[in-house]
């Protein structure tokens, strides 16, 4: 049997997976692993330290080595070296969804040029099968809508939250500790992991390039105790959903928080889990669903893409079809304000009876039907917070409203709004 | 683009909505479809009837035909017109899980010879990519364990029975009324067509062949209201479960009811909808969900099959590696006997003072701990329900402790034993 040879750069936590599951496959031979300290004392089965390198340009310009696998993460100088391996002919393996979504169309388009592939299934979702079963067996299909849970930090936030009915702060907290979130979480927490893999996902379930600069993005960092209550309250679950969804003037792409319906599957995925529910035609509604990060788990997609290329590459040439990225043409991407959804608001507003009189009154005047009005209970301070859930309305009105609502004298503040999935 | 030219064996359901499909991919050209009945009234938009033959051996031998799909079903005539299709080097695309798990091997040994493929995605599980998954992304997996809710009539039974209290009966009767069961619902009920599903999604997954008459099947037409709610009030949900394991002595492979606790994924799957966990190492578990059945949900995995043959037709020449099966190795199965489980067990017993002892006392001789024992409710002949769970028993074990149970002079009879998922 031919063997590929493959180099790997890093030698984190995933990169450790890929390494140690390789050894099971007598085809796939690690040539040289690229790491950032060539000095730290490690203690992994089977590693022969003399393959390592603190160079990891010793490994994209090694002529012996078939195929690149990046699993170091970061934009520099992961594109660089990236860049130099498709140059210089290899084949790409790579789990690093922010390079992907900020320059994927640079890489795809030099590797088109130099017949070499770039295979990325652990870069959404981690363990979970979705990139090849959208680019091969689902191809008979026009998707229509995506709709994921896709972050597992932030789920397993607004787990602990509904859960054990603790605040945002608590919540990250816990997570912090238990190294689900990262000592800067910002790109967890405020969506931005999500919206690089809503990007890669998209573009593929589509066929369009995607700008991931374009889709909406708002993370979880405001979400109050009292919402998670009332969402219960009303049977829903607060999910940080990211969304596609192809309409009349283009691709509707966004992150953000979402009220879902409690017997649906996306609202009893909890913890760290991820689940990514594609509608389309002629399949309907599939859901896969998985630990979308993790050693292991990332470390089987990584894996699953190597072992599909080493197969093709035994008996096939460029272009391997079922691996390529066909899509050329860039999407039209919908603002959000020309988006109809249902809105979750809640307002704190002084507590006199005028107060739902003027919340209906300036909806109406932009256009917005609200289906549930409810008073939460009065504040000491002759305040009282005020919910209401919006039939489907245009994101624009509901902005204006807003405006006007907060000019009011008897609203005091907004303190939420959250899109409800229908 | 190189055109492929299909043959279509069959135009129920299945076939028109392939049909139907097709016409959206020009690569694609259906030169023929072979029908039961050839002066029906159909009313297919786009069908030049022309292209109709009631002689499907009009199809396999028709030379200018490359791909044969089979969405006929059954066993006769279809396992000769694919022998003759094969031989003819043709490929094959088929839905048939009752062909496959009957004389797959067959088949598969002539494709092999004809350096021909046959895929069958639409076989297990209808619209859900499951065989392009497990074949090819999540290669790197040893798989441990599947666990499907693979047919949809017998779920949608059992989800009836357990939402409205109703009787297995009166559940199939809605189910045959609703066009969810077929007049005969032997093959659901009983539990075949899972059988069948689970013979071609294992031998895949663990890489063996697999006898599918040795696999242990028990079907649902026995399972009681009181069932239903006693795993209700102890947390669980009753389901029709494939089951596969790789154990020391082999694969342990079954069909049979459940009791599944109530906050797992497959516990919450509803009404028709198919649902297969597999858990694997690297990967953890993963769980697919969708549709199992119906026109356009298997259209789309027997189109999806198609297309994905013909990208690969266009550049590579037999093998077509990543759609080969390629085990050849029969698994050892493991008879039932000599499984582990834990068990839900309904007795009717006398009402005296000495049953529960007795229960306890034949157990305890057979290696059987029990971690429930519940008396539900006496009946006007003063006998009583009595309900044990055991915890993790041998199977032979237990089958010879109801034998000594059913002679005790205080139990009546044994009502249900059912097998708890742990």
Chains 1, 2 share one sequence.
Do not use: W
């Amino acid at each position: 049997m031919k063997e590929i040879n493959v180099g790997i750069i890093g030698l984190g936590t995933v990169g450790t997976g890929v390494f140690k599951i390789l050894g099971k496959f007598p085809q796939i031979k690690t040539l040289k692993i690229a790491v950032k300290n060539i000095n730290k004392k490690r203690n992994i089965e089977g590693l022969d330290e003399s393959i390592l390198t603190d160079n990891p340009f010793e490994i994209v310009n090694n002529p012996d080595i078939d195929v690149v696998v990046e699993v170091m993460g970061g934009v520099e100088p992961t594109f660089e070296l990236l860049k130099t391996a498709i140059n210089n002919g290899k084949h790409i393996v790579t789990a690093n969804k922010e390079l992907l979504a900020k320059h994927g169309r640079e890489l795809f388009e030099s590797a088109k040029e130099k017949n070499v592939v770039i295979l990325y299934e652990a870069a959404v979702a981690g363990g979970i099968p979705i990139i090849m079963p959208v680019k091969t067996i689902l191809g008979a299909n026009k998707v229509e809508q995506l709709a994921g849970i896709v972050n597992g930090t932030t789920n397993y936030i607004l787990t602990k939250m509904t859960e054990d009915g603790i605040s945002y702060e608590q919540a990250l907290k816990e997570a912090t500790e238990l190294g689900y979130a990262e000592t800067d979480p910002t790109g967890d927490v405020e969506g931005f992991d999500a919206v690089y893999k809503l990007a890669i996902l998209s573009a593929i379930s589509f066929n369009k390039r995607v700008d991931y600069k374009k889709i909406y993005r708002e993370g979880i960092t405001k979400i109050r105790k009292e919402d998670i209550l009332t969402a219960k309250e009303l049977g829903y679950r607060i999910k940080l959903i990211a969304l596609a969804r192809e309409i009349a003037q283009g691709l509707d792409l966004r992150v953000h928080p979402m009220f879902v319906k409690a017997d649906k599957l996306l609202a009893n995925i909890n913890g760290v889990t991820n689940s990514i529910l594609l509608k389309g035609f002629p399949v309907g509604e599939v859901v896969f669903t998985g630990a979308g990060a993790g050693e292991m788990p990332t470390a089987s997609s990584v894996v699953g893409d190597i072992l599909d290329l080493a197969t093709e590459l035994k008996y096939s040439s460029y272009p391997l079809p079922l691996m390529r990225c066909k899509h050329e043409e860039s999407a039209v991407q919908v603002d959000i304000n020309e988006t109809y959804n249902e809105y979750y608001i809640s307002l704190t507003a002084s507590n006199n009876p005028g107060a739902i009189g003027v919340i209906g009154t300036i909806c109406g005047r932009n256009n917005i039907n609200l289906s549930v009005v409810m008073q939460k209970g009065t504040n000491d301070d002759n305040t009282a917070e005020i919910v209401v859930i919006t039939e489907t309305s245009k994101e624009q009105d509901v902005q204006n409203a807003l405006r006007e609502l907060i000019k009011s004298d008897c609203i005091k503040e907004i303190n939420s709004l959250i899109r409800v999935m229908n």
